[in-house]
């Protein structure tokens, strides 16, 4: 499957940005989807993720600004950020996973936060 990550840019501290994910075929194939981010000097992190049965998880302390949501008939996942600050500043990458098989990742989207 290719995923394709959109809606990244260079904002202001306090906007919001709303990245897109959209997969080449269905994401209810696939057990869950998520977004990752990454620093230079990191290995990726998650964000959120969203199951195939809506539910969603956050890492701890990004829940309230960040909102995970997916649209199928569109085969496309969201991230909504709000409120962004500099520590935002990171390539955000999204994830489609079926269990026991390796992850497949889109190609990454640059979010950069001025203060």
């Known amino acids: 499957v290719q995923l394709q990550a959109s809606g990244g840019g260079s904002v202001q501290a306090g906007g919001s940005l709303r990245l897109s994910c959209t997969a080449s075929?269905?994401?209810?194939?696939?057990?869950?989807m998520a977004w990752y981010r990454q620093w230079p000097w990191s290995q990726r992190q998650l964000v959120a993720r969203?199951?195939?049965?809506?539910?969603?998880n956050y890492a701890d302390s990004l829940e309230g600004r960040f909102a995970i949501s997916r649209d199928n008939a569109k085969n496309t996942v969201y991230l909504q950020i709000n409120n962004l600050s500099p520590q935002d500043t990171a390539v955000y990458y999204c994830r489609a996973q079926r269990f026991g098989r390796d992850p497949h990742w889109g190609q990454g989207t640059q979010v950069t936060v001025s203060s």
């Open positions: 969203i199951n195939n049965d809506g539910s969603t």
């Open positions: 075929r269905s994401i209810g194939s696939f057990n869950y």
